[in-house]
T-cell receptor
Framework: TQLLEQSPQFLSIQEGENLTVYCNSSSVFSSLQWYRQEPGEGPVLLVTVVTGGEVKKLKRLTFQFGDARKDSSLHITAAQPGDTGLYLCAGGLGSARQLTFGSGTQLTVLP | EAGVAQSPRYKIIEKRQSVAFWCNPISGHATLYWYQQILGQGPKLLIQFQNNGVVDDSQLPKDRFSAERLKGVDSTLKIQPAKLEDSAVYLC???????????????FGEGSWLTVV
């Protein structure tokens, strides 16, 4: 059983469309991170959210941490082909000495 | 600043053979991690070192996997004997601090791709 469930698993959209991907858990996380992983590369950190209800923006990407710190979402506005990749959420539990990763959302943005 | 270096990038072996992966973390990073990423899944932590000591190896299959970090810098991950289900990307990562918090970024290498046939 995955501690962090991501949905959808696959998403294919046209350039210019908006999208939201979700990261859900029954556990409370001390903080949560979002990563993007491109083919043949390791994951690269996009953002860390710490406070329940926190919203962070990174250009066209908006990240939200749920009030109860059990879920998070990533919204991309006007997606571009360069946004294509595997989006992973990862949470820290308890003393948070390690990250637990979700299974990822594979995003393809078609030109 | 140089990133996390891993080698080899690709390896194909037969089941029951052995394989070793090498990792050189970012200079000055005390914490080193080995993750296993099976196709279609997120990375799973295998082992975490703080300097040359093991912090967490609870998910490392110790009957076939071993890892060491001599002198607190480079690390090697070995699999012997390999099984078909070990086919995955092995990601090495490093960070300045041990604990996961907002200011402590984990940097990943490009990974070592293992195929067991």
């Amino acid at each position: 059983t995955q501690l962090l469930e991501q949905s959808p698993q696959f998403l294919s959209i046209q350039e210019g469309e908006n999208l939201t991907v979700y990261c859900n858990s029954s556990s409370v996380f001390s903080s949560l991170q979002w990563y993007r992983q491109e083919p043949g590369e390791g994951p690269v950190l996009l953002v860390t959210v710490v406070t329940g209800g926190e919203v962070k923006k990174l250009k066209r990407l908006t990240f939200q941490f749920g009030d109860a710190r059990k879920d998070s979402s990533l919204h991309i506005t006007a997606a571009q082909p360069g946004d294509t990749g595997l989006y992973l959420c990862a949470g820290g539990l308890g003393s948070a000495r390690q990250l637990t990763f979700g299974s990822g959302t594979q995003l393809t943005v078609l030109p | 600043e140089a990133g996390v270096a891993q080698s080899p990038r690709y390896k194909i072996i037969e089941k029951r053979q052995s394989v070793a992966f090498w990792c050189n973390p970012i200079s000055g990073h005390a914490t080193l991690y080995w993750y296993q990423q099976i196709l279609g899944q997120g990375p799973k932590l295998l082992i975490q070192f703080q300097n040359n000591g093991v912090v967490d190896d609870s998910q490392l299959p110790k009957d076939r996997f071993s890892a060491e970090r001599l002198k607190g810098v480079d690390s090697t991950l070995k699999i012997q004997p390999a099984k078909l289900e070990d086919s995955a990307v092995y990601l090495c990562a490093s960070s300045l601090e041990r604990q996961f918090f907002s200011g402590n970024t984990i940097y990943f290498g490009e990974g070592s791709w293992l195929t067991v046939v």
